[in-house]
């Protein structure tokens, strides 16, 4: 097992160094010791899982279909040792997931807060990715779970829980647009607006509600951090075209007004709670799932 165990983390450096020098730099051994290694395990095979060029290496087929089975193992075997861990009473372990910017972050930050009072001694690490990149991650194994909008269906990706939410127009709490109920898109052409960046998903959703729109208010900024955009909107820069989860704490907090947009149709921005149905979590990885899950259920 200890063979194997060495095996995978040469092959695993290598594959990520492209260089069989570098891999043993990084792992402070003799770059011999690395090659040795995985030409052991390519004469068991009987294929090559590199392409030994002379400006580096290169995974063949059989290397990359091997890397992937090598990694997917190494998450089950994190898994398993945190299971191990909680069956033995030491309530310890470590859980990644991954998040979109903005009001979905601080949701899941929040839940993580609640987790920590009941269980204190497991560590977190949260990611914050573009929505495309967070559904990679949780297929990849990289992340335990993910919450991401408008997921696309992929196999292996199980979303646990959805919560829709609609672009409206966000506005400074002064602004004339405050003190109305709802309103629509050619109500805000007397002023300028605040976007997404094309980077975010939520600048698509947006793009779709202009496209049918007969006018289009003047763009006054783009940004790809709603952190930014909000900043730009209560300084009274414009109108922001955003989700009412964007702007949920400053909305409580009176920094801002969340004004739904009339127009119709609108394309909804569906929040959704992801997982790789082909991976089993930790306990302390479920445990937060669920207690994220029910967060959301409530919103």
Not at 57 to 61: A, D, E, G, I, V
Not at 72 to 87: A, F, G, T, V
């Given at each position: 097992m200890w063979v194997f165990s060495r095996f995978v983390r040469y092959f695993d450096e290598a594959a990520r160094q492209g260089s069989m020098r570098k891999a043993g730099d990084t792992l402070h051994v003799a770059s011999s010791s690395v090659d040795r290694q995985i030409l052991k395990i390519e004469e068991e095979i009987g294929v090559p899982l590199f392409e030994r060029q002379p400006q580096g290496?290169?995974?063949?087929?059989a290397g990359e279909l091997?890397?992937?089975?090598?990694?997917?193992?190494?998450?089950?075997?994190?898994?398993?040792?945190?299971?191990?861990?909680?069956?033995?009473?030491?309530?310890?372990?470590?859980?990644?997931?991954?998040?979109?910017?903005?009001?979905?972050?601080?949701?899941?930050?929040?839940?993580?807060?609640?987790?920590?009072?009941?269980y204190?001694?497991?560590?977190?690490?949260?990611?914050?990715?573009?929505?495309?990149?967070?559904?990679?991650?949780?297929?990849?194994?990289?992340?335990?779970?993910?919450?991401?909008?408008?997921?696309?269906?992929?196999?292996?990706?199980?979303?646990?829980?959805?919560?829709?939410?609609?672009?409206?127009?966000?506005?400074?709490p002064d602004h004339p647009l405050a003190i109305k109920e709802q309103v629509r898109l050619s109500d805000c052409l007397p002023y300028k607006v605040v976007v997404a960046e094309a980077s975010l998903d939520l600048r698509l959703i947006v793009n779709q509600i202009l496209a049918r729109a007969s006018a289009r208010p003047e763009l006054i900024a783009s940004s790809n951090s709603i952190m930014l955009m909000k900043e730009l909107v209560m300084r009274g820069m414009g109108v922001g075209l955003m989700t009412e989860m964007d702007a949920d704490k400053e909305v409580r907090a009176g920094q801002m007004v969340y004004v739904p947009l009339a127009d119709r149709p609108i394309p909804p921005s569906i929040l959704s709670l992801c997982v790789n149905s082909e991976r089993q979590l930790s306990l302390p990885a479920t445990t937060l799932l669920q207690v994220v899950k029910g967060r959301l259920e409530g919103l």
């Open positions: 290496l290169k995974l063949t087929s091997v890397l992937h089975s090598l990694r997917k193992w190494q998450n089950e075997m994190h898994s398993l040792q945190s299971r191990i861990e909680d069956l033995k009473g030491l309530k310890r372990g470590n859980v990644v997931l991954a998040t979109i910017e903005g009001a979905a972050s601080e949701f899941v930050a929040s839940a993580a807060m609640d987790f920590h009072q009941s204190p001694a497991v560590t977190f690490e949260l990611q914050v990715y573009g929505a495309h990149r967070v559904t990679d991650a949780v297929l990849s194994g990289d992340v335990d779970f993910g919450l991401t909008i408008n997921p696309r269906l992929t196999p292996g990706l199980a979303v646990m829980g959805q919560k829709n939410f609609r672009v409206g127009a966000v506005v400074a």
